[in-house]
């Protein structure tokens, strides 16, 4: 997957990003993620403000101090919804316990699939795979379907992530909120985006409006 990025060489900050579809998804998809999932992802000795601090407190909490039936892991390891096979997942898998996706199991013999013990007697103890239905083919030229929105438009991504359809009057109106009057200055940069680039965005969308600037242009810029 690439991004191509419009830089301000001058300021050396990122105006907008031209995204396609797959980029948009995935940053819909962050929004899913539960917030302490988001903690455990990032680090909680790198987050900004004081949710580290909670999220640490709560790991060195004694059980005693809980409820009956109370869990830490509902805080620690929330579960969370499978991503979609059609959203890119920027980032390492999540970790073992935290997805929410359902298992679906048999009978050795085959037969019976409704009962937690079969009409032979056997456990229900070998994992079957689910094959999910065929999506129907979408009405668009681009025939795209799943994920979050819809791939027949380009989008722009800003430097602080807001996210709006690719229009030139969209384009003219970023350049002049940047305050750019030398077209001279713009430089287009394309990036190819790696698997752990999505925890550097997600980081940096805890710390810092200027998100696409910190993450490409910052110190791990050589890695793009």
């Known amino acids: 997957m690439t991004l191509k990025l419009l830089i301000n060489r001058k300021a050396q900050k990122v105006v907008f990003a031209e995204a396609e579809k797959p980029f948009v998804d995935?940053?819909?998809f962050l929004m899913s993620l539960p917030l302490g999932t988001v903690t455990k992802l990032v680090n909680q000795k790198s987050m900004v403000g004081s949710l580290g601090n909670l999220y640490g407190s709560i790991a060195d909490l004694g059980e005693t101090y809980l409820q009956p039936g109370i869990s830490?892991?509902?805080f620690l390891n929330p579960k969370m919804s499978a991503p979609?096979?059609?959203?890119?997942l920027l980032m390492p898998a999540p970790p073992a316990g935290?997805?929410?996706s359902k298992k679906f199991y048999i009978c050795s013999n085959y037969r019976s699939s409704n009962y937690c013990r079969g009409n032979c007697s056997n456990n229900m103890n070998i994992e079957a795979t689910y094959v999910a239905p065929a999506k129907a083919q979408a009405s668009s030229a681009a025939g795209e379907g799943g994920g979050f929105v819809w791939g027949v438009v380009g989008y722009m991504v800003m430097d602080d992530l807001k996210v709006m359809p690719q229009y030139?009057?969209?384009a003219i109106t970023a350049m002049n909120d940047s305050n750019i009057n030398d077209f001279g200055s713009l430089e287009v940069k394309v990036v190819s985006l790696g698997q752990n680039v999505g925890l550097k965005l997600l980081k940096a969308a805890l710390q810092?409006?200027?998100v696409l600037t910190s993450v490409?242009?910052?110190?791990?810029?050589a890695q793009f």
């Open 208 to 210: 810092t409006n200027s």
């Open 26 to 28: 995935f940053l819909f």
């Open 98 to 100: 935290m997805s929410d």
């Open 216 to 221: 490409f242009l910052g110190k791990s810029a």
């Open 84 to 88: 979609s096979s059609d959203v890119p």
């Open 72 to 74: 830490k892991d509902t």
């Open 168 to 170: 030139t009057i969209s």
